[in-house]
């Protein structure tokens, strides 16, 4: 286990996990419950790093009912799943505490938001840099290299350290103004 970054701590027997233990992955997931002849077995959840939690019963090694809760407290549902189907666009932290007035809208489901390092992206599990590709978790640790299916996801979708602006072009509005004024003119 030591030799791929894995540990666990608890109960064996012939060398193998038995009983109540935890093992922690070398991402730094952690499941914590039952095991039997080194798979989990019985009841167990599965932390993981950003706060999300899978509990679940287990047959050697394959869970057969549980249940996902995100970090913010939201539970999966696999069915009549209401949250962010289109029809309602409020953040899980919205929908428990309410909307914030107007001018001070929530941008994240965190509040306030994390702030970005300079030239780079959040893509929700750390901060991506588009110069090196590189996605780094939060506190800064090595994630991943990003491919370019994933880099173009990035750049197109999430948010970004720097303001852009946005809307109208000023030579398009002045053409459109002037249009708008000919047509009120002519009716």
């Not at 090694?61 to 409020?90: H, M, N, P, V």
């Not at 780094?136 to 173009?152: K, M, N, P, V």
Request: glycine share 12%.
């Amino acid at each position: 286990m030591e030799h791929i970054g894995s540990s666990y701590n608890g109960a064996t027997k012939f060398g193998r996990m038995e009983g109540e233990g935890e093992y922690t992955f070398p991402t730094n997931t952690r499941y914590v419950g039952e095991m039997k002849d080194g798979m989990f077995h019985g009841k167990g959840v599965l932390y993981f790093p950003n706060g999300s939690k899978y509990e679940s019963t287990w047959e050697n090694g394959i869970a057969k009912q549980g249940t996902f809760t995100f970090a913010d407290g939201l539970k999966y549902q696999e069915k009549d799943w209401s949250y962010c189907d289109g029809y309602d666009r409020r953040f899980y932290t919205e929908r428990c505490n309410g909307l914030r007035p107007a001018g001070k809208s929530q941008i994240t489901d965190l509040h306030p938001p994390r702030a970005i390092p300079d030239g780079c992206y959040d893509c929700g599990d750390g901060f991506y840099n588009p110069s090196t590709r590189v996605v780094t978790a939060y506190t800064g640790r090595f994630l991943r290299s990003a491919d370019d299916q994933e880099h173009e996801w990035i750049v197109r979708t999430c948010r970004k350290a720097w303001d852009e602006v946005c809307g109208a072009e000023p030579e398009k509005s002045e053409t459109l103004e002037e249009e708008d004024m000919a047509f009120r003119k002519d009716s």
